[in-house]
């Protein structure tokens, strides 16, 4: 790493939130962020959704090399570009996706680009790191760390957006409307007319629901236990609901369906509710696992539930394409068919985040947004 007065030369200084410690609150304090490489992106700030993923991290569930900026789903505007940077220019309005692809191995030729490894859009050890402070270096969560007034991105970490559409609302793209309606369209492919259950009606969940509203399901079954959530995934599109408290979740929604459902979704992060979303659905079903469940956790299933051919699938980000989707889920807000509008809880300011992680864990809001100042 070059000595601290060369890097600040080339860098400066920012607000950001940083976790130096698993299971502390995060603390807000001046990092230093680089300037682009050849193929990098400078974005000021304009939204970060506080999302559970973030939340899982800061509780241990998912190891991560400390200290760390955490924040996954933001909107920004181009401040400046690298020298190979042809896509966006400064005053580009933009979604960023942790989905960082290479464009050429495998997965993204195979036209799976939400599983490339994204070795090539990280910053090698042996160049000077993306954010730091002093002497020492500061993770990069997910290519991104948008808990924070600016980002250092690689070109692929972002798509370019209508500057009509407000960037709070837009921020929601980058990661729980992506996931969740990309679940639906990309992972499980719902079809038109067929019975959908939905565990947990966070931001993801909703988007979830909204995505099989759009994919056309004829009964679309959210499950949660709080029921000002599930009052509120009506307004998502959801033609059913069922408050998991003190319920066999998986035998009513087998009576609700006369035996099963045609598609299930995991929302939350749980063993139980994965081994239910499998349990409820019906013979040629499939069951799609969106949430975190945390690290190290074995799933149980009964095997000979293969015989009746029910699936159960992994989720990486909706499978996104996201220079395709996310564009198309801008439309689908301009023409009413995404519900941005009501998955968006309130706006806070950064020195607010430990607040909105901690309303996380009552699982009584969807998001909260932090603004920042872009002026």
Request: with cysteine; charged share 20%.
């Amino acid at each position: 790493m070059p000595a601290p007065e060369t890097q600040a030369k080339r860098g400066k200084t920012m607000k950001a939130a940083v976790l130096h410690e698993v299971g502390k609150p995060l603390v807000i304090e001046e990092v230093m962020i680089d300037k682009p490489g050849p193929r990098e992106v400078l974005v000021r700030t304009a939204a970060a959704g506080v999302c559970h993923s973030d939340l899982h991290f800061v509780e241990g569930l998912y190891p991560y090399r400390l200290p760390v900026v955490l924040g996954h789903e933001s909107s920004g505007i181009v401040e400046q570009t690298g020298s190979d940077v042809t896509y966006v220019q400064p005053g580009d309005h933009v979604i960023t996706c942790l989905s960082a692809f290479c464009g050429h191995c495998e997965a993204c030729t195979t036209g799976h680009p939400s599983i490339c490894d994204g070795r090539e859009t990280r910053r090698r050890r042996d160049q000077s790191p993306r954010l730091h402070q002093e002497d020492k270096a500061v993770q990069q969560f997910a290519n991104l760390s948008s808990f924070a007034e600016q980002m250092l991105i690689h070109e692929h970490a972002l798509v370019k957006i209508s500057k009509e559409v407000p960037l709070d609302k837009a921020a929601l793209i980058g990661c729980g409307v992506t996931t969740g309606v990309g679940a639906v369209h990309n992972t499980a492919k719902v079809e038109v007319g067929s019975t959908v259950a939905i565990i947990g009606c966070g931001g993801v969940g909703l988007s979830c629901i909204n995505g099989a509203a759009i994919s056309g399901a004829g009964r679309i079954i959210a499950v949660d236990r709080v029921d000002n959530k599930l009052e509120l995934a009506k307004d998502f599109g959801a033609t059913d609901t069922v408050n998991a408290s003190g319920t066999d979740v998986v035998e009513h929604i087998k009576e609700m369906t006369s035996g099963g459902v045609h598609f299930s979704f995991e929302a939350i992060g749980l063993k139980e509710t994965t081994e239910q979303a499998f349990e409820m659905l019906r013979p040629g079903g499939t069951a799609t696992v969106i949430g975190m469940v945390p690290y190290g956790t074995k799933i149980e299933i009964h095997a000979a539930d293969f015989l009746q051919e029910k699936k159960l699938l992994g989720c990486a980000m909706g499978s996104n394409r996201f220079r395709v989707d996310m564009p198309r889920y801008v439309d689908f807000y301009r023409s009413g068919r995404l519900k941005l509008d009501q998955l968006l809880n309130k706006h806070i300011n950064l020195n607010e985040v430990n607040t909105a992680l901690d309303q996380l864990k009552t699982g009584e809001v969807a998001r909260n947004v932090i603004l920042f100042d872009t002026s």
